[in-house]
């Protein structure tokens, strides 16, 4: 009975660790996928096989099992590389980075369509009783 009880305790231990290990396995995945490796700042760290993006994915799991906010993580790389180092920017650039590109399809659209309008509007045809005709 003993044997029976202390089996159920550590497969108990083991799920939760599991479940734990889980969760921050997808949180050290998110937090790479937020940042530009720093080395040709064309992908995320979570993806780019240089040294660096392998040194800040080891460096990020560390900062994560220590118990360290994602804003904490975050705040750290743009101390040391700036706001480069996001893959989005926050705030005011944040939404005219989403903004700018709407708007410019809209109005190019919107000319798109007067020009068409134009082109295919009928010309005033000549008319010999008109008003420029000599009598």
Same mark, same amino acid.
């Given at each position: 009975?003993?044997?029976?009880?202390?089996?159920?305790?550590?497969?108990?231990?083991? /799920?939760?660790?599991?479940?734990?290990?889980?969760?921050?396995?997808?949180? @050290?995945?998110? +937090?790479?996928?937020?940042?530009?490796?720093?080395?040709?700042?064309?992908?995320?760290?979570?993806?780019?096989?240089?040294?660096?993006?392998? &040194?800040?994915?080891?460096?990020?799991?560390?900062?994560?099992?220590?118990?360290?906010?994602?804003?904490? @993580? /975050?705040?750290?790389?743009?101390?040391?590389?700036?706001?480069?180092?996001?893959? &989005?920017?926050?705030?005011? +650039?944040? +939404?005219?980075?989403?903004?700018?590109?709407?708007?410019?399809?809209? +109005?190019? /659209?919107? /000319?798109?369509?007067?020009? @068409?309008?134009?082109?295919?509007?009928?010309?005033? &045809?000549?008319?010999?009783?008109?008003?420029?005709?000599?009598?």
């Amino acid at each position: 009975m003993r044997n029976k009880a202390k089996f159920i305790w550590v497969a108990a231990a083991l /799920l939760a660790a599991a479940i734990a290990w889980g969760q921050n396995s997808g949180r @050290i995945r998110a +937090l790479q996928e937020k940042l530009i490796a720093p080395c040709c700042w064309s992908e995320s760290v979570a993806m780019h096989r240089s040294e660096v993006a392998a &040194e800040m994915r080891a460096e990020i799991a560390r900062m994560v099992n220590e118990g360290r906010s994602d804003r904490e @993580i /975050l705040d750290f790389y743009k101390a040391k590389y700036g706001t480069r180092i996001l893959m &989005e920017p926050e705030g005011q +650039l944040r +939404l005219w980075a989403y903004t700018i590109p709407i708007v410019a399809s809209i +109005l190019g /659209l919107a /000319l798109v369509v007067w020009i @068409i309008r134009r082109m295919v509007k009928p010309q005033p &045809e000549n008319s010999p009783g008109g008003a420029g005709a000599v009598s």
